[in-house]
Nanobody, 116 residues
Framework: QVRLVESGGGLVQPGGSLRLSCAASGFTFSIYDMSWYRQAPGKERELVAT????????KYADSVKDRFTISRDNGKNTVALQMNSLKPEDTAVYYC?????????WGQGTQVTVSS
């Protein structure tokens, strides 16, 4: 079955960097677009970034544009989110996301906390 496992979260100071990774299994990874979402306490889950199946196109939320970079390795079935110049408002649980056959799949999430 579909499995998405996020890793790489943690505590970082403002201005710092983190790299999140999502390991995918149970489906043909290379033919699906993949996304990262995040959910801050008391807020709705929001789309952060999306990458197309071959990695040729990416989209970002305005709030993370020019700071975050989404990438994928179809040989390793992984999708990553490089986060630079982190701000306290980036604090959230970050989730890997797949939509396949109209069904949305989520990983368990990884906590990112940006604080001094």
């Amino acid at each position: 079955q579909v499995r998405l496992v996020e890793s790489g979260g943690g505590l970082v100071q403002p201005g710092g960097s983190l790299r999140l990774s999502c390991a995918a299994s149970g489906f043909t990874f290379s033919i699906y677009d993949m996304s990262w979402y995040r959910q801050a306490p008391g807020k709705e889950r929001e789309l952060v970034a999306t990458i197309t199946s071959a990695g040729g196109s990416t989209k970002y939320a305005d709030s993370v544009k020019d700071r975050f970079t989404i990438s994928r390795d179809n040989g390793k079935n992984t999708v990553a989110l490089q986060m630079n110049s982190l701000k306290p408002e980036d604090t959230a649980v970050y989730y890997c996301n797949l939509i396949r056959w109209g069904i949305r799949y989520w990983g368990q999430g990884t906590q990112v906390t940006v604080s001094s």
